[in-house]
């Protein structure tokens, strides 16, 4: 097993971590600055105001992209388990 494979997995794995983790933590943002506005404005400062929309907007955006995660996440895997016989030799 060589070093530049060893970067080239990482690489590869940081990369498949920030596709399959990055929309939920966007949705999750921007949902959350759209409530943040929303208490400024209104001066309503409920804490689950904050909880409650955040967890219904990233439930249906993993209803949404899930089929999408778990291809790219079993194309990664599918790929590493491949990859074990050449390193092996």
């Known amino acids: 097993?060589?070093?530049?494979f060893i970067i080239k997995l990482g690489q590869e794995?940081?990369?498949?971590?920030?596709?399959?983790g990055g929309p939920i933590l966007i949705v999750a943002?921007?949902?959350?600055?759209?409530?943040?506005?929303?208490?400024a404005v209104?001066?309503?400062h409920e804490m689950?105001?904050?909880?409650?929309p955040k967890i219904i907007a990233v439930g249906m955006t993993l209803i949404l992209i899930l089929p999408w995660?778990?291809?790219r996440m079993i194309d990664f895997t599918?790929?590493?388990?491949?990859?074990?016989?050449?390193l092996i030799g």
């Not at 959350?32 to 929303?38: E, K, N, T």
């Open 13 to 20: 794995s940081l990369t498949l971590i920030l596709y399959v």
């Open 78 to 86: 599918t790929n590493l388990l491949l990859a074990i016989p050449t």
């Open 48 to 52: 689950t105001l904050t909880f409650i």
């Open 42 to 44: 209104t001066q309503v």
């Open 29 to 39: 943002l921007v949902v959350g600055l759209a409530v943040s506005i929303f208490q």
């Open 69 to 71: 995660m778990m291809q």
């Open 1 to 4: 097993m060589s070093p530049e």
